[in-house]
């Protein structure tokens, strides 16, 4: 298992907070109350799992609200970069100016260990051999042993983003192979476009430079195309290879 430089800045899980099944049943009474995704983010940083929670972010074309609705909340809550060394030169910026501008306190770069990547991929065109395995060594292994320490993690992903994303939960019980449950909030999931637009532009978000050269969703460089008018925002990823994830987004009960 790959394990993050990051790894032991985590917080450590103590046995005072809930069990992340416990958690999760806390957290969907309070779905089932009404709660939207925006109080139930606050819930789960200030009541339910404090301190055991992590965002991760890709400081994408669409990163930045949800890095601003929870630095309102609270702005040490640990922000997770996966650093694949993939990433285009403004992602690298935008990262930087993001975290200042929002005030982040705690935005960890999380890299695959330099063993794994000379022994995964050694020439670094694993990406265009095998996209899958090159994000499960750039991106799964990684993470995995980030969020390690973590009871749940918060995540940017909407429903009309795509197909494969259409029913997505704003509070979900994620399963890992190893038999360990982790929270996962999605409080941005019953967001549409043009909601998520109006909010970014009300709270004056800077916006990822590529946006404007028709990037509207950003990942790897050497994975990621500009999109033409009426293509799916999501159509540059990963363009022509029928791959629509990364695999950082498990199975869950
Ligand atoms: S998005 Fe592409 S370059 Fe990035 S980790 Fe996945 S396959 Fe590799």
Redesign the pocket.
């Given at each position: 298992m790959d394990m993050s430089p990051a790894l032991d800045q985590g917080y450590a899980r103590h046995s005072a907070f809930p069990s992340a099944e416990a958690a999760f049943e806390q957290l969907h009474a309070l779905e089932l109350a009404g709660l939207d995704g925006r109080a139930l983010l606050r819930e789960a940083i200030r009541s339910v799992l404090p301190g055991q929670l992590a965002s991760v972010s890709s400081f994408g074309a669409e990163s930045a609200l949800l890095l601003s609705l929870i630095a309102e909340i609270d702005p040490s809550v640990p922000v997770i970069f996966l650093e694949?060394g993939?990433h285009f030169p403004e992602t690298l910026a935008y990262r930087e100016e993001l975290a200042a501008h929002l005030g982040l306190t705690d935005v960890r770069d999380v890299a695959p260990r330099a063993e794994a990547l000379a022994d995964g991929d050694p020439t670094g065109e694993l990406?265009y051999f095998d996209?899958d395995a090159?994000?499960a060594l750039?991106?799964v292994r990684p993470l995995d042993a980030a969020l390690s320490g973590f009871a749940g993690w918060i995540s940017g992903r909407k429903r009309f983003q795509a197909a494969s994303r259409n029913t997505l939960p704003l509070v979900e019980l994620e399963t890992l192979k190893s038999g360990e449950r982790r929270v996962k909030l999605n409080p941005l999931a019953d967001w549409d476009a043009a909601r998520l637009k109006t909010e970014m532009q009300a709270r004056d978000l800077p916006a990822h430079p590529l946006v404007e050269r028709g990037y509207p969703s950003i990942?790897?460089s050497?994975?990621t195309r500009a999109v033409g008018a009426g293509e799916d925002a999501r159509a540059g990823r990963w363009s022509g290879s029928g791959k629509v994830e990364?695999g950082i987004h498990r199975v869950t009960a």
């Open positions: 694949t993939k990406w996209p090159c994000c750039r991106k990942g790897c050497v994975c990364c």
